[in-house]
């Protein structure tokens, strides 16, 4: 090993891995978990465990890592913001992830100093979960980083039906859900809160503080979280108003919603809704004939469609919308230098 290297390892307090744990082949943590938790823990991988240090690696976390990081050895994973909410949800994982890094080495090879360099920028309020993955060629060495704010006990990932989770009491946070079948509801966490799962379904949950968001995560009642990879299906249109459509309709579907009926007029109406505040839109539904109290409406802004879509579809207001009964829909999208927006209505037939 390089003495620059061996120095900024030192430097660290981090212990460099040595040649044969180097070559041996990486220990993965389990990329798929029963449970949402924060679990502290220490890496089976010898090279991994030398790295971390006094850094608090999570079992959860790191298993995330490592289910990226070996789609990303065979080309299914390319580290999009869907791919890695989606393993932090599989591998049990409630807090969102802030830092995503990833290196590649020779194939037994140190560690990079660039990952030396990011493990000193690490403090005591972050979880890490960091791994190396090996392919035929070479190593990935995968970083996941998140700040936790709050403290929570474990929560399944899938539960019968009724069963109830318990928010303990923290004062400045509160809990807001959303329902399979469109219900949304809010409540404040200066006591213990008991959130039944009454619906057969998936039931987002957030706890907020005034910061934002400090832990999200699905919990599916009466069934087990699908597989389903909604961006890669086959065949999508390759317009972008076109494929946001297919997508929502997949969505809906495999929601066990019923279908939507394109409104004409309600994409007109969407298209305003882009550049007007959504307030001023009911006058105009209520002239058109709609029932403006019980038209929803959602909104995005990302650098992609496939972000856009996923903020709508994972934050319980706007699912809520995707999610209701009403079966009428408008949908609007614009491109602008710093990505898509996107807008859409439901209304009651």
């Avoid at 080495?105 to 990011?118: F, I, N, Q, R, V």
Wanted: glycine letters at 8%; charged letters at 20%; one cysteine or more.
């Amino acid at each position: 090993m390089p003495f620059r290297l061996f120095l900024l390892l030192a430097s660290c307090g981090h212990r460099p891995p040595t040649t044969a744990e180097l070559k041996a082949p990486p220990s993965l943590p389990a990329p798929q978990s029963r449970i949402f938790a924060r679990t502290a823990g220490t890496p089976s991988d010898p090279a991994v465990a030398r790295l971390v240090g006094e850094v608090r690696w999570d079992v959860a976390l790191a298993g995330a890592a490592g289910g990226l990081g070996v789609e990303a050895s065979v080309g299914i994973s390319t580290y999009q913001p869907w791919e890695i909410r989606e393993a932090a949800w599989r591998a049990g994982y409630p807090v969102p992830v802030r830092q995503v890094r990833a290196w590649t080495t020779p194939k037994g090879g140190p560690p990079p100093a660039e990952l030396l360099a990011w493990l000193e920028t690490v403090d005591e309020t972050t979880d890490v979960g960091l791994v190396r993955a090996r392919s035929p060629e070479s190593d990935a060495w995968v970083a996941l980083a998140a700040k936790p704010r709050v403290s929570l006990p474990p929560f399944p990932r899938e539960g019968r039906v009724g069963t109830e989770l318990r928010f303990p009491a923290q004062p400045g946070f509160r809990v807001v859900w959303s329902d399979p079948v469109g219900g949304l509801g809010e409540a404040t966490l200066d006591a213990e809160r008991v959130i039944g799962l009454h619906t057969m379904g998936c039931w987002l949950l957030d706890v907020r503080d005034d910061q934002g968001i400090a832990a999200r995560f699905p919990v599916w009642a009466g069934m087990a979280p699908p597989d389903v990879r909604l961006y890669e299906l086959p065949g999508l249109p390759s317009d972008p108003l076109a494929r946001a459509e297919a997508l929502l309709a997949e969505f809906r579907a495999t929601s066990d919603r019923p279908g939507w009926t394109a409104d004409p007029t309600l994409d007109l109406i969407a298209a305003r809704g882009l550049t007007e505040p959504t307030a001023q839109l009911a006058s105009t539904l209520t002239k058109l004939g709609y029932d403006a109290e019980k038209t929803g409406s959602w909104t995005c802004d990302a650098p992609s469609l496939e972000e856009c879509l996923d903020e709508v579809l994972w934050r319980p207001e706007s699912r809520r919308v995707v999610l209701a009964p009403q079966r009428l829909t408008g949908l609007a999208y614009e491109a602008h230098d710093g990505g898509v927006r996107l807008f859409g209505l439901v209304a009651p037939e």
